[in-house]
């Protein structure tokens, strides 16, 4: 077969893919069942279970040693599972690994663009290991270089890069064969906090002009708000699955801090009147409603005591990850 | 081993990337280039002229320097097909093996352009420092050079293989380091390219037979020897009385060569 024909191909991108049809459908670009990795001494990965659909961003949401990378490594075909069964862009991970390296592509966790190259070289390389055709390559590099903003600084060295353009190079590299799914492993470690949201403005970018599947591991929970659905993984399973808002609401209460001219009139007044137990904190009254949006107008009319200020807290992630495992994100990765 | 997607054309095409990407490595590199350079011709100047001094007709050979000449091209090469070994170790610290890694090539044809790139080097390293031949009071004629060529070319794939096979077996720079480094003084010692082996106790005889490098010491000598009118075909150098042809010498060289670039190539390919 010609490098032109594959090529052709793989820009079909909702084309079934024949390999794996009895397992997947076309709109299932990620389908793990039961998978499970184990190193000497240590289970890594103890039964995942994962439906990502085609054209989705998904983030995988999990502390340091929680088995992002491990899982992430087995749907690349990376890392052979000890058990069950991945497909990834309806190919087999363990009967058809060139398959699924045709039609994926991966950003790392750690660095690896080659310094002593340009920018455009890099992607050159890249372009002659996926074996796609001279024309189309040429078209591509330039296309993906604008697409990350790199294009003014094609022919510079990469190790005169920032980390932050170094990434966005990595952007660029994985998405240059027009894979179907593109996997990010914590691709914003390491970064500021304004270089992190200009990698995610770049991310929004690609999400909006291409077809891809963004499959992202984190352990950043305002990074996993920017994807469709999350799965939150901790020691190896997947403890909850959603989208970001469905998980926050799973929680059922939000957060209200109230200020009062008397605290203690307060409080006995929301037992009273409201049947809500509150708790005297530093910050003020402290309570949980269902809905604090519009708890607040109910509450200012019927304290019958003056309220100086209402703070209503909507759950975050971190709340889903502490409901979920007991332990805030950041206590998991301190422990570990 | 995984199949690659798109046939031998393909395959190829990511042998040949590789490859360019090692010559570009090195180009851009040129104070290291130089000083890989500058070893050998330290050793053929001053160890040379030094022990020339030490032993006047050396072995019946001549000059000590003529003696040494074949010893240090070996270890022009020698540096390069370390560098080899060396940045597959780095490519995988680094995190650029990855990216090579989860390529749809067969990982075969990504060790063949390492191998093919580093083997390139050190033949060029070579011939660069062949041109001092003079030195050596060795008269470089064109049949001579090409010879030459030819035989470094081989001694470097398969030098080349070697360390690879080393590289690939091993995940830490630290461990690849230390261990070449133990191994690679004594190899050069009973390779016969710093003294010549005739006369050794058994033990060290069988040591000497056993080191690839002896091969391809003297498959450097011989076309050098058999230049000089009036050096004998310098049997001293070798080991035992017994002496292999050029011809099994070559095939040694290169059937040792591929047999690390297969098994270095399977130890890739297995997935972790």
């Known amino acids: 077969m010609s490098g032109e024909a594959r090529f052709t191909d793989l820009s079909v991108r909702d084309a079934p893919g024949a390999a794996g049809a009895g397992l997947t459908a076309p709109s299932v670009s990620v389908l793990a069942r039961g998978l499970r990795k184990s190193y000497p001494g240590v289970e890594a990965v103890r039964g995942v279970d994962l439906t990502v659909r085609a054209g989705e961003t998904f983030g995988f949401l999990g502390p340091n040693g929680a088995g992002k990378s491990t899982t992430i490594a087995m749907l690349c075909t990376l890392a052979r599972p000890t058990a069950g069964r991945a497909t990834v862009a309806g190919a087999d991970v363990t009967a058809d690994p060139a398959a699924v390296r045709r039609r994926i592509g991966l950003v790392f966790q750690d660095l690896t663009v080659d310094g002593d190259l340009t920018a455009a070289e890099n992607l050159r390389f890249h372009a002659d290991l996926y074996g796609l055709p001279h024309r189309t390559a040429r078209r591509r590099v330039a296309e993906m270089l604008d697409l990350v903003g790199l294009h003014g600084r094609r022919h510079s060295l990469v190790r005169t890069f920032s980390g932050g353009m170094k990434r966005r190079l990595e952007i660029a590299r994985g998405l240059l064969h027009a894979p179907r799914v593109l996997f990010l492993d914590e691709p914003t470690v390491g970064l500021d906090p304004q270089t992190r949201a200009q990698v995610w403005d770049h991310l929004h970018r690609v999400r909006q002009q291409r077809a891809v599947t963004l499959f992202l591991t984190t352990h950043h929970l305002e990074e996993a708000e920017h994807c469709d659905r999350i799965a939150v993984i901790d020691d190896g399973r997947i403890v909850t699955e959603g989208t970001p808002a469905a998980l926050k609401a799973a929680i059922g209460t939000d957060r209200v801090v109230l200020h009062t001219t008397d605290d203690a009139a307060a409080r006995t007044a929301l037992g009273e009147r409201f049947g809500l137990a509150a708790r005297r904190d530093p910050e003020g009254l402290l309570l949980h409603v269902p809905d604090g949006a519009a708890f607040v107008p109910v509450l200012c009319a019927r304290l019958g005591v003056p309220v100086l200020s209402v703070t209503v807290t909507r759950p975050s992630l971190d709340d889903v990850f502490l409901h979920c495992t007991g332990r805030t994100i950041r206590d998991a990765d301190g422990t570990r | 081993m995984s199949p690659g997607p798109g046939g031998a054309r393909h395959e190829l095409r990511a042998v040949r990337v590789v490859w360019q990407r090692e010559m570009m490595h090195v180009l851009r590199n040129r104070g290291r280039l130089a000083l890989t350079l500058l070893q050998p011709v330290l050793y053929l100047l001053v160890v040379g002229t030094g022990l020339a001094a030490l032993v006047p007709d050396s072995a019946g050979a001549g000059d000590y320097r003529t003696y040494l000449f074949p010893g240090v091209l070996l270890m022009t090469v020698q540096m390069p097909a370390i560098g080899v070994g060396a940045s597959i170790v780095w490519d995988r610290e680094a995190g650029f093996l990855r990216e090579m890694l989860v390529a749809p090539v067969r990982r075969g044809s990504l060790l063949l352009g390492k191998c093919a790139g580093g083997a390139t080097v050190a033949t060029c390293q070579g011939v660069l420092v062949m041109a001092l031949a003079g030195t050596a009071h060795v008269p470089l004629s064109p049949g001579l050079a090409v010879a030459l060529t030819a035989e470094l070319a081989v001694v470097s794939l398969a030098l080349t293989a070697l360390t690879a096979m080393a590289a690939v077996s091993v995940s830490r720079q630290q461990t690849f380091q230390a261990g070449l480094g133990f191994a690679l003084m004594p190899m050069l010692f009973l390779s016969g390219a710093m003294f010549p082996l005739a006369g ?73």
Do not use: I, K, M, N
């Not at chain 2, 011989?222 to 009118?229: E, I, Q």
């Open chain 2, 200 to 272: 050794l106790p058994p033990w060290l005889t069988v040591l000497c037979l056993a080191d690839p490098l002896t091969y391809a010491v003297d498959l450097l000598r011989r076309p050098v020897a058999g230049h000089l009118a009036h050096v004998p075909a310098a049997p001293a150098a070798w080991p035992t009385a017994w002496h292999p042809s050029t011809a099994a010498e070559l095939a040694v060289t290169a059937a040792l060569g591929v047999t690390a670039l297969v098994l270095a190539a399977r130890r890739f390919a297995r997935p972790r």
